[in-house]
């Protein structure tokens, strides 16, 4: 069922950590680009308007129409693009992944981490179980409320209970995830707070290096 789209010149995706970006609002106050060097950072739809992430991930056919028309991923610069591989609509230089069940970009995003690129840890930013999106209101996002999320919860719950290598770290202001997801073994829970006392801090010295060499 899965494809390993990350060889030859696209094993340097393969790091430990990587990043998951969603789009919920909870990830409005974090500055995104200070987890480059750290690890491969992967942002969902929309993001690219505002962030340039190593690789983006698409499922919806009117996203990947917009990512066609503003020619995003014909430059270097841009974002590796990776949609499912029954999606039709074609972009410049994106890569097609064959895996099982998804019904969000995050948990296309979330299957394709576990299967191919298999870090030790994953963390995701904005990927909230409660309401509010960064884009809403913006082209090809209605305004919506979101009420339930149980859809969604099911399929970060199948994914979870899948998961032998990858421990997903749900980063954000409340956890808004099932309980259940604890139970996988392969799920936690952390602050902003403990991300920038923990994690962050783990690698600045390396970032701030980093940031001196460019």
């Not at 430990?16 to 919920?24: Q, T």
């Not at 884009?135 to 209970?161: C, M, P, W």
């Not at 962050?200 to 060499?213: G, S, T, V």
Request: charged share 25%.
């Amino acid at each position: 069922m899965t494809s390993d789209i990350f060889t030859g010149d696209k094993a340097k995706y393969k790091t430990d950590p990587v990043f998951l970006i969603g789009n919920g609002k909870s990830r409005q106050n974090f500055n995104l680009e200070r987890l480059r060097k750290i690890g491969t950072i992967i942002g969902c739809n929309a993001i690219y308007r505002d962030f340039n992430p190593d690789i983006l991930v698409s499922i919806d056919a009117k996203m990947l129409r917009e990512l066609s028309a503003a020619k995003y991923g014909e430059q270097e610069k841009h974002a590796l693009i990776v949609s499912p591989h029954n999606r039709s609509v074609g972009i410049v230089n994106s890569v097609k992944y064959k895996t099982g069940r998804f019904n969000t970009s995050g948990a296309f995003a979330m299957r394709m981490i576990m299967e191919s690129m298999k870090p030790k840890r994953c963390y995701m930013l904005g990927m909230d179980g409660f309401p509010g999106n960064v884009y809403d209101g913006t082209k090809n996002y209605a305004v919506h409320s979101l009420k339930n999320f149980n859809g969604i919860h099911r399929f970060y719950q199948e994914i979870l209970n899948q998961s032998t290598e990858t421990t997903f770290i749900n980063v954000n202001t409340q956890d808004g995830w099932p309980a259940t997801c604890e139970n996988s073994g392969h799920y936690s829970f952390m602050t902003y707070d403990i991300f920038e006392k923990v994690v962050m801090k783990e690698y600045l010295i390396d970032y701030k290096e980093n940031f001196k060499a460019e």
